[in-house]
């Protein structure tokens, strides 16, 4: 038994760690570690992961909220979209093959994988658009010197939408969809890039945590794997967090998206000879 | 134009004293119920653990079990009760952080956002109910 929870917790533990490294969570790499190395059914590993999730966005934004960096109007207003999504998601995830499942995962690696590699979005604007402006979006981000900048906020029919797809990215695959997310708020509505991925992280707890309910009503979350994975994933991306700012990203981005191309064409086979 | 704007700070101030408390709490007792359970399992079942493993490795789950059924496990000590009541806690993190908002701006009677958080809210609960039937 020791020697089954000793791999589980070192798996989670690693895909926490390169997951808060990479900025795409635990999610993207304890699905497919669960699944190719432990040898856990898809449907089971996207329930454990979502769990996953769930403790590790609590865990990562309480600094971003308490620090003024989450933007907490965006992420509730967001979070209508996100939440239909996954709710959406998670059912289906009842209805899909494994194997199609899968691709999907592979798929999805892929776009994580470009992700990373793209430019980040343009310059944040200064005042928002008239229906931003009416929801009060628009927020403050505090500056090393002390002091506070303001920005506004566009295009929120756009970002929605986006959103919408990732919250069914999320309940499907058992994954945060935090590039999706991030992309939705940096490229759509022009957000702040820390503002965004700090608001990402916030939400992604309510929209893994949708998809999690879905399926820990339907009776699909395997305690014995969900809870050392949860506890594992949520350590790993703590000790992430920790070893980040001293470590040069950029350097390792390669790494990151290599690593990520690998895991898709391993998922993406073993879907094609499993169809 | 002042004194909604004095509002929205009143609220965002609120938010960010309040929010990171509950996710933290709620964080650290689902957290000593997991570590509790999987402490239970390796003491007095861990042949029980090895078979679950086993069988989640071929797709058979235990199926849904009753809050009911959990709760008197865990009275029992089964650790398969106590993780899964570690789970639903852990669950109670999403569900927490929105009805504490939604009762914030009820009180604040900012309607607008009464209606995205109880949206957000009644999409939760939904999906419990979506999962029952599904």
Redesign the interface.
Known sequence: MLRILAGLFALSLGAGFVGALSGLGGGVFIVPGLVLLAHVPMHIAVGASLIAVVATSAGASVAFVRDGWTNLRVAIILECATVTGAVTGAYMAGLISPPVLEMLFAVMMLQSAWFSLRAQGEESVEHSDPLCARLRLGGKMPEADGTATSYGVVNLPGGAALMVVAGVLSGLLGIGAGAVKVTAMDYLMKLPLKVSSATSNFMIGVTAGAGALVFLSRGDIAASIAAPVALGVTAGALWGGRVLPRLNVGALRILFVIILVLIAIEMGWRALANL | MAT?ATA?ADE?RI??RW??LI??A??IV??VI??A??AL??TFA??Y??G??DA??R?R?????SVWQLVQGMRQGQP?AV??I???V??L???A??AF?LVLFLKERDF??VA??A??LA??I???????V?
Do not use: C, K
Request: proline share 5%; net charge positive.
């Open positions: 909604q929205t965002d938010l960010r929010t990171p996710l933290r709620i964080l689902s957290t997991m570590v359970g999987i399992s390796i861990p042949d653990y090895v679950r493993f989640i490795q797709g789950l235990l199926g849904h079990e398969h993780m899964i570690g789970l639903y852990l669950t993190v999403p569900l952080r929105v908002t607008i956002y995205a958080t949206y957000v999409a939760l939904m999906g419990v109910m979506l999962g029952r599904g």
